[in-house]
């Protein structure tokens, strides 16, 4: 029989400290060999979905703050009592910026491109140009961006800070609800909505003549099919991927968080353009994902943001799915 660990003991060994067990109590102290790096593993991670390759190249953090003031609609408490729970920080949150470039049909196709320039949502954001580098891929060489949507944090990176195209050699697809959505002046209402139409304008405006707008069901790149998802936004658009009878599901905004929106899918976001329609939307998607086992990959979860959602009560859960570092 295992003897009982008490919290004394867990502080004795310094795991209340949050210093790891071991070497805490050491009265010599112990020298690194060399300085320490400060650096962390390339931001981009490949998979395979048939014979297709998939690079997810992270454009950095988009920072929300105090996730009580975009997460609405729970029970009181709900929103830090998820996030605890979850062993997650209930105050102050980050989330990740997931493009993503399909190798597929002799086209590279690159899934929305991040804040660019905006700064709106903190400094973490604008890296997709060095982890595209980084991931080996030339920006000339990208054939098509596909857009989920006309969010600021979707569409930044089509243009640089001069104005010039990013992927100077690439179609442009999305929604038409969308771009006449967010390029129009008129919709300024909110001093949030009018930074958000300013950089949309910014970008989406110099590739008008280069642009197609999708419909629901349409394969419009061979292997990729527009999924209608409205709520977040009036155009907003989940895309399956598929090749070799094998798919995954990119989600787009369906959820901004893996586990708030998840685990109460009735919850509310607060950037969501029609918010009833966002959670009917959700509650639709999540059960179909869920039900039919459907790997996705989430823009905003956790990076990678690969994996799978599966029901849980009311509600779902996300599963990340493991990282296969041996292609």
């Not at 038409?176 to 304008?201: C, N, S, V």
């Not at 999708?214 to 658009?237: C, M, R, V």
């Not at 919850?267 to 353009?273: A, L």
């Not at 509650?283 to 869920?290: E, I, S, T």
Request: charged share 20%; proline share 5%.
């Amino acid at each position: 029989m295992f003897e009982e660990v008490s919290r004394r003991n867990l502080m004795a060994l310094g795991v209340g400290a949050g210093v790891g067990l071991g070497l805490s109590g050491l009265d010599a102290p112990i020298f690194a060999k060399e300085a320490k790096r400060h650096t962390q593993a390339p931001y981009w991670y490949r998979f395979y979905v048939g014979s297709a390759e998939i690079s997810v190249v992270s454009d950095g953090w988009q920072m929300l703050g105090d996730p009580t003031s975009t997460f609405l609609g729970g029970p009181e408490g709900e929103v830090q009592r998820e996030l605890t729970d979850n062993l997650m920080n209930p105050t102050d949150m980050n989330i990740e910026l997931n493009s993503f470039v399909v190798n597929m049909n002799d086209k590279l196709v690159l899934f929305d491109t991040g804040l660019g320039t905006s700064k709106m949502f903190g400094p973490k954001g604008g890296l997709l140009p060095n982890t595209l580098a980084a991931a080996g891929i030339k920006r000339e060489d990208i054939d098509a961006v596909v857009i989920s949507h006309g969010h600021i944090d979707h569409i930044g990176g089509i243009v640089d800070a001069n104005d010039a195209l990013m992927y100077p050699n690439a179609h442009v697809y999305m929604s038409k609800a969308d771009f006449d959505y967010w390029t129009d002046e008129g919709q300024m209402d909110l001093p949030w909505k009018k930074k958000f139409i300013i950089h949309a304008r910014k970008n989406l405006l110099p590739v008008k003549d280069r642009l197609t707008f999708f419909k629901d069901d349409q394969e419009f790149l061979p292997g990729i099919t527009a999924i209608s998802a409205p709520g977040h936004t009036l155009g907003h658009t989940m895309f399956n991927i598929q090749s070799e009878g094998q798919s995954f599901m990119f989600v787009g905004d369906i959820s901004h968080h893996s586990v708030l929106l998840i685990e109460n899918p009735r919850m509310e976001f607060v950037f969501d353009t029609d918010t009833k329609l966002a959670v009917k939307t959700r509650l639709k998607m999540l059960d179909f994902l869920a039900t039919n086992r459907v790997p996705i990959l989430a823009y905003h979860f956790a990076w990678p943001g690969y994996g799978h959602f599966v029901k849980q009560g009311d509600g779902f859960r996300y599963l990340p799915a493991p990282m296969n570092m041996n292609l």
